[in-house]
Nanobody, 127 residues
Framework: QVQFVESGGDLVQPGDSLTISCTTS????????IGWFRQAPGKEREAIACISSLRTGDGESYYSNSVEGRFTISRDDATGTAYLQMNHLRPEDTGIYYC?????????????????WGQGTVVTVSA
């Protein structure tokens, strides 16, 4: 059974840094890309970061324009965990953060092929 458990969300101030985690199980993590998505209040879920498989894919990382240069995605294939390091946080980064995969080798994560979502972790950026 495929599962994603996001954690580490918090209330932080603008300019702060935060790292959130995604613990996965039930599929071949190392063979698959993994992506982070964000849903801001009143908005649709958007893809913000993705990292391809280091084992079977090109190992590249990709970011949306809104987070490029501030966020870094990483993966630990030994533990099946993905991370999102977020620097210089802004109020517009507020939202629920989700991780998932379509079990392809390379980014992007195609939502139409995603079968499972986690419960998400809440990040609030406010003074």
């Amino acid at each position: 059974q495929v599962q994603f458990v996001e954690s580490g969300g918090d209330l932080v101030q603008p300019g702060d840094s935060l790292t959130i985690s995604c613990t996965t199980s039930g599929y071949a993590f190392a063979n698959s890309e993994i992506g982070w998505f964000r849903q801001a209040p009143g908005k649709e879920r958007e893809a913000i970061a993705c990292i391809s498989s280091l084992r079977t894919g090109d190992g590249e990382s990709y970011y949306s324009n809104s987070v490029e240069g501030r966020f870094t995605i990483s993966r630990d294939d030994a533990t099946g965990t993905a991370y999102l390091q977020m620097n210089h946080l802004r109020p517009e980064d507020t939202g629920i953060y989700y991780c998932t995969t379509d079990q392809g080798r390379n980014c992007p994560v195609l939502i139409r092929y995603v079968e499972v979502w986690g419960q998400g972790t809440v990040v609030t950026v406010s003074a």
